[in-house]
């Protein structure tokens, strides 16, 4: 895959590890572009949902392709993400789950937590990531549809069982 708009996001606890991370994608030629969405350092106290909720957005809008997220547990900043629409969020820390998230769930949205994983994994497991696409045509698309679909029944009204 090439050519990736990446949205970037952390709280206070997240932002060296972000920072880190940022560097690591700009300098990757797969990633065409990246908007990092802050906190731009840890004096910037804004709670984790502000930042992830406006990445999502991003992603949601089709304004980015993927994010990555970091607070202390990659925890709040994945559920946040979870709560647009159309967003697929996972915290992983380890290379199978970063895989399958893709190539699995269509995950657009990598969590992760700085108090949980050191750096040098972390690069690792991004560049990893940056490397993985889903495939529409696989037999995990119609199980990552029916989330979809769920989504979009929901706003009519409909339950999980229907
Ligand atoms: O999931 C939340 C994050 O880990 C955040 O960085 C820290 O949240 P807390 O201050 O509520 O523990």
């Known amino acids: 895959m090439s050519g990736l708009r990446l949205a970037l996001a952390a709280d206070n606890a997240g932002v ?6 940022r560097d690591l994608v700009g300098d990757d030629d797969r990633v065409a572009d990246v908007v ?28 980015a392709d993927r994010a990555v997220l970091v607070c202390g547990t990659g925890i709040g900043m994945c559920v946040s993400a979870n709560k647009v629409e159309g967003v697929r969020a996972t915290v992983a820390h380890d290379s199978y789950s970063v895989e399958r998230s893709i190539k699995s769930n269509d ?6 937590g700085s108090r949980v994983i050191g750096p040098e994994l972390a690069k690792r ?3 990893e990531w940056l490397g993985y696409s889903f495939d529409p045509s696989s037999a995990s698309a ?17 339950s999980a069982s229907s």
């Open 36 to 63: 990092d969405f802050g906190v731009p350092d840890a004096a910037d106290d804004r709670a984790y949902p502000r930042l992830a909720l406006t990445a999502a957005e991003a992603v949601a809008r089709g304004e």
């Open 16 to 21: 060296e590890l972000k920072n880190i991370l």
């Open 142 to 158: 119609a199980k990552v549809a029916h989330i979809t679909d769920y989504e979009h029944r929901n706003e009519a009204g409909a």
């Open 125 to 127: 497991l991004v560049t």
């Open 107 to 112: 995950c657009q949205i990598l969590t992760m």
